[in-house]
DNA sequence: TGCACCTTGTG
DNA sequence: ACAAGGTGC
């Protein structure tokens, strides 16, 4: 039984089927919950103002809920991980904690950080660690030689197989504590406030996605309900609601994955059991969960590397002026151009999309990646450095179970097939309003819009050529 | 080991 | 139909 614990929370900004808290809660006579607002280090890891802003409005209603159980939740300002860990070691000393809960990051600098922390805290107390961002945590899933798997499809056999053996199961809400933790003193600490105007960081209005935890799980529930049934069928067409867009919330941990396979199976049936719709939406659970998984095991991802080192110098075009066209939704490509304009607008794209832009990016307009990784960094509420590396990686190519290289999205089939009408298209580009469907989808749309910044065909044949060549020179 | 598999494109 | 690749059983 500890006496004074605290919890410290990151990405699991949540009570419920929050094991840190859960057990804090349990094994504590008192219990103070921190964040630690790290703005320098948010900035250097691109984070975008938006997911920030989403961030600040869930720790108000986290404030609340928790000081429903008897908790108060302080929130302090950092400028670098350094300076997080200082501030943890400090709140431990001053405020005479005895039990430290964390909830691990699987980042390179994240898990950095987390090893400074035990260095500096050494002894002086236990920290308890919870892996709860997967449903199934890295390292528990290996291929039939003992290796982390490269390819999803075996993977999410071998994910949906452990999960049948070993079961898993979410965790309530915690008991409310006897009494409150009364002599926190927080006068020495950088405390921050929860307003807008007072955050450490760019704002960028949020309020478009929940804040508070019963909106969120309402939105679960009514997509599992509702829509799940319809995934599979819907999911690919960016006019059609088909999608659950609750990423923002995993993103953030204001929903943990556990949470949503919860309420999947609670309506549609065992994982393995599932029919078409249900099911497709749990392997979309299931790629993050692999993305995440990849990352661990093969950490140079997250230092700008390619996963397959073949594919690391690859002489990109990277034409400045053909990049800000395509951050700004102006490339010509009507698709391209409305998928771009309502990530800028909205900070959030529909799946298909991601993958025709990042495939335009890199393959029609020859731009490295990477530069396309971090401008969606920058706007995405949803930003998730695992899934967002590799969906990247696959559109490039460089990445684990990533389309072949000469595998290049058309983007004119793509406008056809997944938006036949022209119906997303119009609504983020008005002006091609009343233009015929047969040329809405081409290039310029016939005409009718902007002049594209490449031909598509003449630069599919240059991608194929600098590929070969980069890859040729590595053979050699 | 050979073969299926892969968020697809071109001829 | 076939394909400039790579993985996993």
């Known amino acids: 039984m500890y006496q004074r614990s605290c919890v410290w929370l990151r990405r699991d900004l949540r009570v419920l089927d929050n094991p840190a808290l859960f057990d804090a809660c349990q094994t504590s006579e008192a219990v103070v919950a921190v964040y630690v607002i790290p703005a320098a280090q948010w900035q250097e890891h691109h984070k975008s103002a938006i997911q920030a802003d989403l961030i600040r409005r869930t720790l108000q209603h986290l404030?609340?809920?928790?000081?429903?159980?008897?908790?108060?939740?302080v929130v302090l300002q950092a400028d670098s991980f350094d300076d997080q860990v200082a501030l943890l070691s400090q709140c431990v000393n001053t405020w005479q904690i005895d039990g430290l809960f964390v909830s691990r990051e699987y980042e390179v600098d994240e898990v950095a950080r987390d090893k400074r922390l035990v260095q500096t805290l050494n002894d002086d107390i236990a920290i308890q660690w919870y892996d709860e961002?997967?449903?199934?945590?890295?390292?528990?899933?290996?291929?039939?030689?003992?290796?982390?798997?490269?390819?999803?499809?075996?993977?999410?056999?071998?994910?949906?197989?452990?999960?049948?053996?070993?079961?898993?199961?979410?965790?309530?809400?915690?008991?409310?504590?006897?009494?409150?933790?009364?002599?926190?003193?927080?006068?020495?600490?950088?405390?921050?406030?929860?307003?807008?105007?007072?955050?450490?960081?760019?704002?960028?209005?949020?309020?478009?996605?929940?804040?508070?935890?019963?909106?969120?799980?309402?939105?679960?529930?009514?997509?599992?309900?509702?829509?799940?049934?319809?995934?599979?069928a819907d999911r690919d067409f960016p006019a059609i609601d088909g999608t659950s867009i609750l990423s923002p919330y995993l993103a953030i941990g204001s929903l943990s994955a556990k949470q949503c396979l919860a309420r999947l199976c609670h309506d549609h049936g065992a994982p393995w059991e599932l029919a078409d719709g249900a099911r497709t939406w749990l392997t979309e659970l299931i790629w993050r969960e692999f993305y995440q998984h990849v990352m661990v095991a093969w950490p140079h991802v997250c230092k700008d590397k390619a996963f397959k080192p073949d594919y690391e110098d690859i002489p990109w075009a990277n034409d400045e002026q053909l990049f800000q066209a395509w951050c700004r939704g102006e490339t010509g490509y009507p698709l391209v151009d409305a998928a771009m304009r309502q990530l800028n607008e909205t900070g959030w794209m529909h799946n298909r999309?991601?993958?025709?832009?990042?495939?335009?990016?890199?393959?029609?307009?020859?731009?490295?990646?990477?530069?396309?990784?971090?401008?969606?960094?920058?706007?995405?509420?949803?930003?998730?450095?695992?899934?967002?590396?590799?969906?990247?990686?696959?559109?490039a190519s460089t990445g684990t179970d990533a389309a072949p290289y000469f595998r290049i999205f058309n983007p004119e089939t793509q406008s056809k097939r997944f938006d036949g009408q022209g119906r997303f298209i119009q609504q983020y580009l008005p002006q091609l309003q009343g233009v015929d469907t047969k040329l809405i989808h081409q290039a310029s749309a016939g005409g009718h819009y902007l002049p594209a910044v490449v031909d598509h065909k003449e630069r599919r044949q240059m991608c194929l050529a600098l590929y070969q060549q980069s890859l040729n020179k590595e053979a050699g």
């Open 63 to 73: 404030q609340q809920e928790l000081a429903q159980l008897n908790i108060e939740l």
């Open 353 to 395: 999309l991601r993958m025709i832009v990042a495939s335009f990016l890199c393959k029609d307009l020859l731009i490295d990646w990477r530069w396309g990784e971090r401008y969606f960094m920058t706007k995405l509420v949803d930003g998730d450095f695992a899934a967002n590396n590799g969906g990247w990686q696959w559109a």
């Open 133 to 232: 961002r997967c449903v199934i945590k890295p390292n528990a899933i290996v291929n039939g030689s003992g290796q982390p798997y490269k390819v999803f499809t075996p993977f999410s056999k071998a994910w949906l197989k452990q999960l049948q053996e070993s079961g898993w199961q979410c965790l309530a809400k915690p008991q409310m504590l006897s009494g409150l933790m009364s002599d926190v003193d927080s006068s020495c600490l950088p405390l921050c406030s929860l307003k807008a105007d007072d955050w450490p960081y760019p704002i960028d209005d949020s309020s478009a996605y929940a804040a508070d935890g019963k909106t969120v799980l309402a939105q679960l529930r009514a997509f599992s309900a509702e829509r799940a049934e319809r995934y599979q």
